[in-house]
């Protein structure tokens, strides 16, 4: 098992960003309208607090859910400008993490982290029904879009070929 003294400075910002980076990558796939914005990023920082509590057989996951930062109450990022944008930026941090932790951490403990960040991207999407039509009268739990922003991070992070 790794831990965050195995791990530069910038390796382990990488590791903690990741989170809230996915996360904006899934919401800015899809904009849900100011309430479903909230939603969705209300259930990443409950599932970021539920795994600081229980804590998981993986060390890794359970020091990168402890140093992310966000909390209850606490303040959004700034989105960035387009889900394209938020979406090429996951994906690349995705890929990063995927090759940082084949070289320092067990294959176990690597693919348990990318499921747990997959997890964090699926709790977003679930958060909140996206509006199919002009009148919110048809709506879905997960998007298209989002579906297709979670595939890229998924092959991203090595979990689908």
């Known amino acids: 098992m790794t831990t965050k003294t195995d791990y530069t ?21 899809d904009l849900s309208g100011p309430v479903g914005v909230a ?9 970021i607090e539920a795994t600081r509590q229980r804590h998981t057989s993986n060390e890794l996951v359970n020091a990168v859910a402890d140093a992310t930062g ?9 989105a960035p400008q387009s889900g394209a944008e938020a979406i090429t930026l996951a994906v690349g941090e995705c890929r990063e993490i995927a090759a940082l932790l084949a070289r320092k951490a067990p294959e176990a ?29 048809a709506a879905t739990l997960v998007s298209e879009n989002e579906i297709a922003a979670m595939h890229q991070m998924e092959q991203a992070l090595g979990l689908m070929s």
């Open 9 to 29: 400075d910038e390796e382990w910002s990488l590791l903690t960003r990741a989170p809230l980076s996915i996360a904006a990558a899934v919401i800015a796939s």
């Open 109 to 137: 403990e690597a693919h348990s982290f990318a499921r747990w960040l997959m997890l964090v991207a699926q709790t977003v999407a679930e958060a909140a029904r996206e509006d199919d039509d002009e009148f919110g009268l």
């Open 39 to 47: 939603q969705e990023f209300m259930s990443m920082v409950k599932l």
């Open 70 to 78: 966000v909390e209850a109450g606490s303040p959004t990022a700034s």
